[in-house]
């Protein structure tokens, strides 16, 4: 990465703190309105930013979602509208129901078509499958998306890749964010995944100008990649300059930052997922609250 490149992406990421820093002083406010409404609040988490809460910004009529996801410690696919919500300060109401060891589909079914989380509802609208989930809110809310048509194809192409793509990363890194474990082995497969992560990352930097994949503000694509950025920390991946430095950018929003410091203390700790982290390789550490 050249001196100049360096320095914009500095810029922009001071650009970037420093917004994020404002919506999180507004939403500490905006939350002592919601409180005061007290319809807002009378059941899960409530997440707010900004005066619209709720409101589809097209079309200005009122409407809470409320967000079923499943433990912020494993779910990957829970991560990427709840952190697309937030980044673009869309209110919600959190329901999080945990992982089982026995079957969770007749649990999730009660909310779930696919009996499969993430699920959005949006009073009589239910719209499951993240994909789906962040088409749906591109509907109602601008900038979900890139603007720019050559961005968006290729944050669009991008967020399908990473949707249906890489299985063995998936497989042999499952999330698991609060332990660090030091990989048993790295086969050409997943090694393979990787190279093509770094490689999409500074693709979408080198063309959009950064500091996120598509420009200058968090869109979906940077949504679908931000369960990326954990499985990096976790199993301290190696990335190119460019890409490790977009991850460590995830890592410090506000966003993934509350969604990290919720998984540390979730109670919960289920079979499968623990083996599969298990069989990952050796773990150095583990910095989740002990389980009651």
Not at 241 to 270: K, N, T
């Amino acid at each position: 990465m050249t001196a100049s490149c360096g320095s914009v992406l500095a810029a922009a990421d001071e650009t970037v703190h420093a917004r994020h820093k404002k919506a999180a002083d507004d939403r500490v406010v905006f939350a002592f309105r919601v409180n005061r409404l007290g319809q807002l609040t009378r059941r899960g988490s409530v997440h707010t930013r900004d005066g619209a809460i709720g409101t589809n910004r097209k079309s200005g009529v009122f409407s809470m979602y409320t967000l079923y996801i499943a433990n912020k410690n494993y779910s990957s696919w829970s991560l990427r509208p709840w952190v697309l919500l937030r980044e673009h300060a869309i209110a919600f109401s959190e329901q999080l129901v945990p992982f089982e060891a026995a079957s969770n589909r007749e649990r999730f079914r009660r909310f779930s078509p696919s009996a499969k989380v993430p699920c959005l509802i949006d009073q009589a609208v239910t719209v499951w499958d993240s994909l789906g989930i962040a088409e749906y809110l591109a509907e109602r809310h601008p900038g979900i998306w890139p603007t720019d048509t050559a961005a968006r194809a290729w944050a669009r192409c991008s967020a399908a890749e990473m949707h249906s793509g890489f299985g063995v990363l998936r497989e042999r890194c499952t999330m698991n964010c609060g332990i660090r474990v030091r990989l048993a082995e790295m086969p050409p497969e997943l090694q393979q995944d990787i190279a093509r992560i770094d490689e999409l990352w500074i693709e979408g930097i080198a063309r959009f100008g950064g500091p996120f994949l598509a420009g200058a503000m968090f869109t979906a694509v940077d949504a679908f990649f931000a369960p990326v950025a954990f499985r990096v920390q976790t199993y301290g991946l190696a990335l190119g300059s460019v890409a490790a430095g977009y991850a460590q950018r995830l890592l410090a929003l506000d966003s993934m930052r509350s969604w990290y410091a919720e998984a540390l203390r979730e109670p919960w700790r289920e079979p499968a997922h623990e083996a599969e982290a298990q069989s990952a390789g050796t773990w150095l550490e583990d910095r989740r609250l002990p389980p009651p």
